[in-house]
């Protein structure tokens, strides 16, 4: 089963980002601690700790990353976190998952370009709303590349948004668009 929580992170306290993070394996701290930026730390603190208490753990179960940094939980459970704004979303699941929020962008034609196949951006010359068009299909390469344990640096023109690989859940939450992606069981 999969589960996709929002939060608004402006009302943690300090004191409560630092229990949080006091709380966390060793592996966790040291990675969140790379986090150059104070803001990105306390999204990530904030993340783990909503992760904690989806699973219902007191303490945040062993976590391992691929060479990609995609991570994993003890048991080959599945999770994915993404933010943006004030905006926090978190995929948790059996299966390979991944997720994206973003918050609705101004369209850019370079990024169009930069992610859009040929088809893509005919359809988007079409749209009747280029900003939500664009953002929508960002949210959902970028579900895709996190599903895949890999990295954005890959040209994001050559992502193939295959129904019979993958399943998408869109969802416009007032000025974000939030994608879920999950891998199909083929087998």
């Known amino acids: 089963m999969i589960r996709v929580f929002n939060i608004n992170r402006i009302s943690v306290s300090e004191d409560k980002l630092e229990k949080w993070f006091n709380n966390f394996p060793n592996v966790l701290k040291e ?43 003890e048991g080959r459970r599945y999770f ?34 930069r992610i859009c196949s040929e088809s893509e951006l005919e359809e988007l010359k079409r749209a009747e709303n280029k900003n939500e068009f664009l953002t929508r299909l960002w949210t959902i390469k970028e579900s895709i590349v996190k599903c895949e344990g890999q990295s954005l640096a ?11 690989k993958y399943k998408f859940k869109c969802k416009r939450i007032g000025e974000h668009y939030l994608t879920l992606c999950k891998k199909l069981n083929l087998e």
Request: proline share 2%; aromatic share 8%; no cysteine.
């Open 31 to 73: 990675r969140i601690d790379k986090k150059g930026n104070i803001e990105k730390r306390k999204v990530s603190i904030i993340g783990y700790a909503m992760l904690q208490r989806l699973i219902k753990r007191r303490t945040l179960p062993l976590i391992t990353f691929n060479e990609n940094g995609k991570p994993y939980i």
């Open 80 to 113: 994915n976190i993404s933010n943006s704004g004030d905006m926090i979303a978190i995929a948790y699941s059996w299966q390979e998952v991944g997720v994206d929020i973003q918050k609705i962008f101004d369209y850019d034609e370079r990024l169009a370009n």
């Open 154 to 164: 890959q040209d994001l023109k050559k992502i193939n948004m295959d129904k019979t």
